[in-house]
């Protein structure tokens, strides 16, 4: 329902070098959460409410400023042989630089439990640490591109585990 929400977009590519990014819709919707806060706030102060009634539409007008000032960036260059990963919350960065030659496989997994929620994940598998967390769908052709990209940039092998159904013994 939400999958718009988070989603990678290439932003630029050429044959060496390929950089992600978060959509615009994932600030668009912090900014619509933050607004929703603030009409709440208004509503408890209209209907003099209990302070205690005041918490709700703090946390959601925090929940919103935190979705708006989420960014993400993903940068393979063969080039240079890194992946450079970004990511910034309320104005604070972090930043890593992963090797190519550490990165194993761009996967593209079905999750069989999943009854509510994405039913399809992405991820790059690494040979030293824990997977890179790409992106989540319901549908697996979304994810089919943007690891495509990757796989033709980084030159890694593409694993495409999409089968919903649990093999029979």
Do not use: N
């Amino acid at each position: 329902m939400l999958d718009w929400i988070g989603t990678l977009r290439v932003r630029a590519r050429s044959a060496s070098r390929l950089e992600l990014c978060l959509t615009r819709s994932t600030s668009v919707a912090g900014w619509v959460v933050a607004a929703a806060g603030i009409a709440l706030a208004v509503l408890t102060w209209r209907w003099a409410l209990p302070q205690v009634a005041w918490v709700v539409p703090g946390l959601v007008m925090l929940f919103g400023g935190l979705l708006a000032s989420l960014r993400r960036e993903l940068v393979f260059d063969r080039d240079e042989g890194v992946l450079a990963i970004e990511q910034r919350l309320l104005g604070i960065a972090s930043r890593a630089v992963v090797p190519l030659f550490h990165l194993r496989a761009v996967v593209i997994s079905a999750r069989i439990t999943a009854r509510v929620g994405p039913r399809f994940v992405s991820y790059i598998d690494r040979r030293i640490g824990s997977p890179i967390h790409l992106d989540e769908s319901q549908r697996c052709a979304a994810l089919l591109t943007i690891a495509e990209a990757i796989a033709e940039v980084a030159e890694l092998r593409l694993v495409y585990d999409a089968t919903t159904k649990a093999a029979i013994p």
